[in-house]
T-cell receptor, first 113, second 116 residues
Framework: AQTVTQSQPEMSVQEAETVTLSCTYD???????LFWYKQPPSRQMILVIR??????QNATENRFSVNFQKAAKSFSLKISDSQLGDAAMYFC??????????FGTGTRLTIIP | GAVVSQHPSWVICKSGTSVKIECRSL??????MFWYRQFPKQSLMLMAT?????????EQGVEKDKFLINHASLTLSTLTVTSAHPEDSSFYIC????????????FGAGSRLTVL
């Protein structure tokens, strides 16, 4: 079974600084998708960024970028120029094809003004 | 963009009663909807997957007679918590996948259930 591990229950960063959230996963598949979701206090799940495993190029969405290391099964999220609105729970997730999403345990990110 | 509406956003009920939560895709047809449960400060746990017009597939350990899921149309799935008890109190979230958007799931805003 696929598992997703987020080893950092909590992280904090100074406003305008850069922070990296870690995620590792376990799978025997070669083709799959990886995601980072943000869950602010409103509890609404918001897709931050996604990566297709067959793509070598790391995905980037404005201030958010990933470091995808397929061989190491690592998928970290870097947030640049952190803003107060980035404060949230961040979940890493894995999905093979159209199968279910498997979520990590989450990392609570605090932004220090 | 794709929008999923979940209703009610919060509900309080007495122990022993049943509660229905609706999940609607507002601007797309959702062939598949997923229901999750989230306990405080924990991750989302998939309860079941529902496909339009067929029976839901439940995850191991989820009581299908307790958590009734119906996906009668391409825009609506419902989760009914039957004979609710305090331990059923939780945050329930649905997500939907459209016909063409196979790689993207859209989440509802969630429903907080409190059973007294």
């Amino acid at each position: 079974a696929q598992t997703v591990t987020q080893s950092q229950p909590e992280m904090s960063v100074q406003e305008a600084e850069t922070v990296t959230l870690s995620c590792t996963y376990d799978t025997s598949e070669s083709d799959y998708y990886l995601f980072w979701y943000k869950q602010p206090p409103s509890r609404q799940m918001i897709l931050v960024i996604r990566q297709e495993a067959y793509k070598q190029q790391n995905a980037t969405e404005n201030r958010f970028s990933v470091n995808f290391q397929k061989a190491a099964k690592s998928f970290s999220l870097k947030i640049s120029d952190s803003q107060l609105g980035d404060a949230a729970m961040y979940f890493c997730a894995y999905r093979r094809g159209n199968e279910k999403l498997t979520f990590g345990t989450g990392t609570r990110l605090t932004i220090i003004p | 963009g794709a929008v999923v509406s979940q209703h009610p956003s919060w509900v309080i009920c007495k122990s022993g009663t049943s509660v229905k939560i609706e999940c609607r895709s507002l601007d797309f047809q959702a062939t598949t909807m997923f229901w999750y449960r989230q306990f405080p400060k924990q991750s989302l746990m998939l309860m079941a997957t529902s496909n339009e017009g067929s029976k839901a597939t439940y995850e191991q350990g989820v009581e299908k007679d307790k958590f009734l899921i119906n996906h009668a149309s391409l825009t609506l799935s419902t989760l009914t918590v039957t004979s609710a008890h305090p331990e059923d109190s939780s945050f329930y979230i649905c997500s939907a996948r459209g016909v063409s958007g196979a790689n993207v799931l859209t989440f509802g805003a969630g429903s907080r259930l409190t059973v007294l």
